[in-house]
DNA sequence: GTCTATAGTAAGATAGAC
DNA sequence: GTCTATCTTACTATAGAC
């Protein structure tokens, strides 16, 4: 995973790169405050002080993994602009698969899975982490399924429901079975049960909306 | 909130139930780690050595609220033997919004909505928060819904699903909103969108299972 | 069951040599 | 950019007087 700093610039150094990967491991277990710099610079192999030459200080790292999920769950979803050039390509039913699809792929990284832990957790804490995200990810999610959802129906490949219902009723489903696949994934678990919870909702949902 | 302490005991001391409901608050808001005794000791008006005469340690008073946890959200969900009588009295339709209210009850206190964001916190740090919450929460539940089903098929009340996808179709998007709620009204904003989608899911539902 | 006092450890962070 | 050394504060927990 390629990951910026707080300036958005890339990290290039190792070190600096190994101290960002050991802290979203060990947040993602532990939660920010469970976590000492002592407890990374340990597991890194370098002394305290040094870890004070790659950031400025703990929080500061904490930032450096809020910016990059950001970023890096911004691609999950495709630009509004494009929803109707997919639905001509290839119709709703499997838009959404498709949309499964793009999250699996975010998902694969196990440096993200691991930041989406530290997401979980740190909403309930962190002011930031909670608005990143329950806007960033819900609200986008949904606004942007509502948009397509009402595409749909204006081009009669749905019935007609309210999409803002619709919208609700297909991703907050999903929204507890992908932190039931982080979990799973993380805990070193077969991930195959979830999975096809996923499809089998993309079924269901498909068979109680198609025309 | 009538609290027991880890052997079961009611939990009569004015001062031991100041510092669990303290912690509860406290723990919800900054995570378990992110609090320290001292922190609760400021704010309960004791020093720090005389909260050891009520807990053994700082770990026991999670294992308290862990505990009520449990014994409190277990009565959310009616015996598995009375499914069938209730179905009788009341119907499937009514047999959903029923459950929501007996949720929305035990969330009344504010207490038990506290240790909800506890839950949802811990589980990602401490095995027996994630053992309960998977356990006790998510799969009884989900259990209790698919037996619940398969008798709606039975008596056909609802249309012939797999009971366990309606299980999971029905409620996972639940958990969703849960959550939703309980962070809504921790904030002390207003939880009306929240309990609409609710009934707005119910709605969506029946309509997708109904004869 | 409260307090004062204190032990012993761990925390975040900095100074300055190399 | 690494290290040693250190500072200061905060942490959990206990001893013992009242």
């Given at each position: 995973m390629n990951f910026v700093d707080?300036?958005?610039?890339?990290?290039?150094?190792d070190t600096k790169k190994k101290i960002l990967e050991t802290a979203i491991d060990f947040f993602s277990r532990k939660g920010y405050t469970g976590v000492s710099v002592r407890d990374i610079t340990r597991e890194v192999g370098?002394?305290?002080?040094?870890?004070y030459k790659h950031f400025k200080n703990k929080d500061e790292i904490l930032e450096t993994i809020f910016l990059n999920f950001r970023i890096d769950s911004a691609i999950i979803l495709p630009p509004v602009e494009r929803i109707d050039a997919i639905l001509e390509a290839i119709g709703p039913e499997e838009f959404l698969n498709t949309g499964l699809k793009n999250f699996m792929k975010h998902a694969e990284d196990p440096n993200m899975r691991s930041i989406w832990r530290i997401m979980y957790i740190e909403q309930f804490r962190d002011p930031l982490a909670k608005e990143i995200y329950s806007h960033d990810i819900v609200r986008k999610t949904v606004d942007f399924l509502a948009l397509a959802f009402g595409r749909m129906i204006a081009r009669q490949q749905?019935?007609?429901?309210d999409p803002m219902t619709l919208a609700v009723e297909y991703q907050y489903p999903l929204f507890t079975m992908i932190m039931e696949y982080i979990m799973v994934k993380s805990d070193g678990m077969d991930s195959s049960d979830v999975e096809r919870k996923m499809s089998e909702h993309v079924r269901f949902f498909w068979s109680a909306v198609k025309p």
């Open positions: 707080i300036h958005l610039e890339p990290i290039q150094s370098i002394k305290e002080s040094s870890l749905i019935r007609p429901f």
